[in-house]
C-alpha cells in the first residue's frame, strides 16, 4: 500500500475544508504547529508521543502522519517499536496489531523515500 498517498489524502481533503472554513484550519494549523514546537520536550520526543496516542486510538491517517514524523525528526526503527509497546500496554490487541502492520509498512515506506 502507498502510505504516501493516504497522506496525499489527507492533505487533499484538509485542503477541501479549508477553501470551505478557512479560518477554522488556519487556527487548527497554528495550534498543532505551537503543540509541535520545540519547548521543554524536543520535536522527536512529540512526535513519538503523537505517535503511541495516534496507535491507541487507532486513527489510521494520525498512524501514518506521525510515523512518517518520527522518521523525519531521527527516530530509529526501535525507537518507535518502543512507542507501539508502550501504546499497547495501555491499548492491548488493537494497539498491538496497528503497530505490527500499519507502523511498519509505514517506516519500510518512508524510510526509502527520507534516506
Known sequence: MD????LFHYKEGLGKLEKSMPEL????????????????LSQKQKQLIALGISTYAQDEYCIIYHTKGCLEQ??????????????TAIGGGVAMSQGVTLVQQCIEQFNEQIH
Not at 3 to 6: G, L, N, P, W
Not at 27 to 33: A, C, P, Q, S, W
Not at 74 to 87: A, M, P, R
Request: with cysteine; glycine share 8%; aromatic share 12%.
Open 3 to 6: 502510505r504516501q498517498h493516504d
Open 25 to 40: 484550519v488556519e487556527h487548527y494549523n497554528k495550534f498543532t504547529e505551537s503543540c509541535f514546537a520545540k519547548g521543554q
Open 74 to 87: 531521527g527516530c530509529s526503527k526501535e525507537e518507535i517499536f518502543e512507542v507501539i509497546g508502550v501504546s
